[in-house]
Nanobody, 123 residues
């Protein structure tokens, strides 16, 4: 599976962005997917995850109520709608895929990673 993240950019605090993660392959629905982020000088952290069918979702407490993860299995694409952005959301955002329908929050349980897209939120 190859993953291509896109949609990053610079936005003012309070603004919105939508990230996309396009996946190759014909069995996209069999993979659970996740978004992670890494800010400068910090460890990578979990943001959100979604199961293969798009029903089960998990969010980090820091983004709950502001970010929404979704997927379109017909388009082999996952999304992260980010609203109410804050300067502390500034990071490189990575998408990841796991060979299981069940989503998890631990990054080391994901099998494939995209290249990352930079999100910068100015105050």
């Amino acid at each position: 599976v190859q993953l291509q993240a896109s949609g990053g950019g610079t936005v003012q605090a309070g603004g919105s962005l939508r990230l996309s993660c396009a996946a190759s392959g014909r069995t996209f629905s069999s993979y659970s997917m996740g978004w992670f982020r890494q800010a400068p000088g910090k460890e990578r952290e979990f943001v959100a995850a979604i199961g293969g069918a798009g029903i089960r979702t998990y969010y980090a407490d820091s983004v709950k109520g502001r970010f929404t993860i979704s997927r379109d299995n017909a388009k082999n694409t996952m999304y992260l709608q980010m609203n109410g952005l804050k300067p502390e959301d500034t990071a490189v955002y990575y998408c990841a895929a796991r060979i299981s329908w069940k989503p998890v929050v631990a990054g080391d349980e994901y099998d494939y990673w995209g290249q990352g897209t930079l999100v910068t939120v100015s105050s």
